[in-house]
């Protein structure tokens, strides 16, 4: 059976089996292609390719594999990355280590920045390696080497893999709610919707109000842990504030589209247009701060509505 619409795929272990004539968007521990499909993007610890894709390969994770003929281009970060599948196109490569096996061969250009790097395929454009270490058995249209003399490359690709974790674990914590407490996670999203600019003016004042506090109550020692406390309360409730706004942001690109999906799959259509937009310059300041505060208003506002469940009293 195939589909012909925008699929997306999260859990822990994702195995796609049947074909996909469309995009695909996957996360979890561990990806696995074993059906033909589109396109692909993913992210997760264990990615592997075993099937044919007919365009483009997109893939970040602690281990990269595709063992399969990619139809357009492969760009792959990763802690290592294996690429034994034909490209058609260009590939652009960067880990801790990458290994293009003799089984492969890369359409156009080539572009690797590792550790360590090993070629035993055929690049049959430019292929350009930036490692320590780097060995290029098979034959290239253009080969060059550039030696890693920077000391803080090493450190910028640590960054960018923790980042990448760090996201994964955020999206994966807004798929836990849906799950286990979808009537209150809903709840907090239906206000967002529904008073949009009282929770957005709200969220800042409360936003302003907890940075005073905290300090004020910092400046003292004996206040200090309950500035910490304080702080803690209001980074968790940033940090749900944004998942919510994800969700809303996803029910509003599919009600444009007329999608008809999951909760969980509107969610992931909204965090990754929010990662998106995060990546902007200048307009991810403003999509953070307005997301911040929009969301963090919603919450304030379901916890006062709320408040008789939550303790067992009566609304103040």
């Known amino acids: 059976m195939s589909a012909f619409a925008l699929v997306t795929y999260a859990g822990d272990q994702v195995n796609i089996v049947e074909p996909v004539n469309d995009d695909v968007f996957a996360t979890g521990n561990m990806i696995t292609v074993n059906a033909p499909v589109q396109s692909i993007t993913a992210i997760g610890s264990t990615i592997t390719v075993n099937a044919p894709v007919k365009g483009d390969v997109t893939a970040a994770g602690g281990t990269v594999t595709i063992n399969n003929d990619v139809g357009g281009k492969v760009v792959a970060i990763g802690g290592s990355v294996d690429i034994a599948g034909n490209v058609s196109n260009d590939a652009e490569l960067h880990g801790g280590s990458v290994n293009i096996r003799k089984s492969a061969t890369i359409g156009r250009d080539a572009t690797i920045s590792a550790g360590s790097v090993q070629n035993d395929g055929a690049v049959l454009g430019t292929l350009s390696i930036q490692s320590r270490s780097g060995e290029n058995r098979m034959r290239a249209g253009t080969h060059e080497v550039k030696p890693d003399q920077s000391p803080m490359r090493l450190f910028v690709w640590l960054f960018a893999v923790a980042a990448i974790l760090l996201v994964l674990g955020w999206f994966i914590i807004g798929l836990l709610l849906i799950r286990i407490m979808p009537v209150r996670f809903l ?65 509003v690109i599919c009600g444009y589209f007329n999608w008809t999906v999951k909760e969980w799959q509107i969610y992931t259509i909204g965090f990754l247009a929010f990662c998106v937009l995060l990546l902007i310059p200048i307009i991810n300041i403003l999509v953070f701060g307005i997301s911040s505060c929009l969301g963090f208003g919603a919450i304030l506002y379901a916890i006062q509505k709320n408040w008789g469940s939550i303790t067992g009293a009566s609304p103040p």
Do not use: D, K, Y
């Not at 969220?203 to 500035?227: D, K, M, Q, S, Y």
């Open 187 to 251: 709840q907090v999203e239906s206000e967002i919707r529904t008073n949009g600019i009282v929770n957005l003016v709200a969220g800042f004042a409360a936003i302003i109000i907890a940075v005073i506090g905290f300090v004020l109550l910092a400046i003292t020692i004996v206040l200090l842990p309950l500035a910490l406390v304080l702080g803690g309360m209001v980074l968790i409730g940033l940090l749900l504030a944004n998942l919510v706004v994800a969700l809303s942001l996803g029910r």
